[in-house]
Nanobody, 123 residues
Framework: QVHLVESGGGLVQAGGSLRLSCEVSITLAAFNRMGWYRQTPGNQRELVAQ???????EYPEFVKGRFTISRDDAKNTVYLQMNSLKPEDTGVYYC?????????????????WGQGTRVTVSS
């Protein structure tokens, strides 16, 4: 089974930092990319960071310069370092792994998700 387990969330004051971890049960090489998403009240889940197999990273504008995604392949772990946190960063953060699986019509993309870790930023 593929399991993703997030940790590191909590309560922090505005301007503070947190580091989230995502431990994966199998090698990260099995996936095309790893990512972090968040869900805030009243909003759809949104991408906050991703990293490809090549190591290329991508961030939306609202976290650039504040969030950094990284990976440790030896530990099957992906990290999200969050600095200069703002109250609007409050939400549940989910780890995501995207790979490919066989189907009757060929290979298709498959997403795997963790249970999430909650981040609360107070003003």
């Amino acid at each position: 089974q593929v399991h993703l387990v997030e940790s590191g969330g909590g309560l922090v004051q505005a301007g503070g930092s947190l580091r989230l971890s995502c431990e994966v049960s199998i090698t990260l090489a099995a996936f095309n990319r790893m990512g972090w998403y968040r869900q805030t009240p009243g909003n759809q889940r949104e991408l906050v960071a991703q990293i490809e197999k090549s190591g290329r990273t991508e961030y939306p504008e609202f976290v650039k310069g504040r969030f950094t995604i990284s990976r440790d392949d030896a530990k099957n772990t992906v990290y999200l370092q969050m600095n200069s946190l703002k109250p609007e960063d409050t939400g549940v953060y989910y780890c995501n792994a995207k790979g490919t699986v066989p189907s009757a019509t060929g290979w298709i993309e498959q997403d795997y998700w963790g249970q999430g870790t909650r981040v609360t930023v107070s003003s």
